[in-house]
């Protein structure tokens, strides 16, 4: 995802109250063409529509992921909200069943985190777009119980792809990280995307 405008509230200072706040206003914002708007560990973080290189990492994962996943009870989605109790995320891409109908919120706002069985998130330039990636959103996932997130990141060293498993919840972070530089294959471990590789195809050669 790309840089952020992030408005900015302390998830220590949450309580239901302000959870109601920030959710009435997401719910209310109207964005302009373009952006979405997250809540991230208790802050709404506007962001706009990636740059070329990110859509064309997120177009590529797609199509594989789509071919991978064709025939089967799952399938890859992206511009989807995604609803964990009071936070709010649009991920890159998911997986989730293919009839997700059960997973769909009373109000129709998306999905519910209980559906997705893995998110994926193409870091794109700017150090709180890297940290909300690498830091809360890895924070975020495992806490929700996602069983896997994956992150394509160009600004890892000279690009990197990291696979974490095994959300521990309690903890809000994973028991297996696996982590390895462009060029080199990855393979998810569990669940229905079991066996996707990403590698070149995806992200392109090794750098540097």
């Avoid at 302390?10 to 206003?25: F, R, Y």
């Avoid at 990636?50 to 994962?61: A, E, K, M, N, T």
């Avoid at 193409?122 to 069983?147: F, L």
């Avoid at 996707?196 to 750098?207: N, S």
């Amino acid at each position: 995802m790309t840089e952020t405008r992030t408005e900015s509230v302390s998830l220590s200072e949450n309580g239901p109250e302000l959870d109601e706040v920030l959710w009435q206003a997401w719910k209310a914002m109207e964005l302009p063409e373009g952006y979405h708007a997250e809540i991230i560990e208790g802050a709404i973080e506007v962001s706009p529509t990636g740059r070329y290189s990110h859509s064309q990492i997120v177009f590529l994962l797609k199509e594989a992921l789509g071919e991978f996943l064709r025939g089967g009870d799952f399938a890859a989605r992206n511009d989807t909200n995604v609803i964990h109790g009071a936070s709010a995320w649009v991920p890159d891409m998911l997986v989730v069943a293919r009839d997700p109908e059960r997973y769909v919120t009373d109000d129709g706002l998306g999905l519910t985190a209980a559906g997705v069985r893995v998110v994926f998130e193409v870091v794109s330039p700017g150090k709180r777009s890297q940290d909300r990636d690498r830091v809360k959103k890895r924070r975020e996932y495992a806490r929700a119980g996602i069983s896997v997130y994956v992150v394509i990141d160009d600004y890892d060293d000279h690009g990197t792809v990291t696979v974490l498993t095994d959300p521990e919840p309690d903890r809000a972070d994973w028991l297996g990280a696996h982590r390895v530089p462009y060029g080199t294959e990855v393979t998810i471990p569990s669940g229905p995307a079991k066996g996707f590789v990403i590698g070149e195809a995806i992200t392109g050669p090794k750098r540097g």
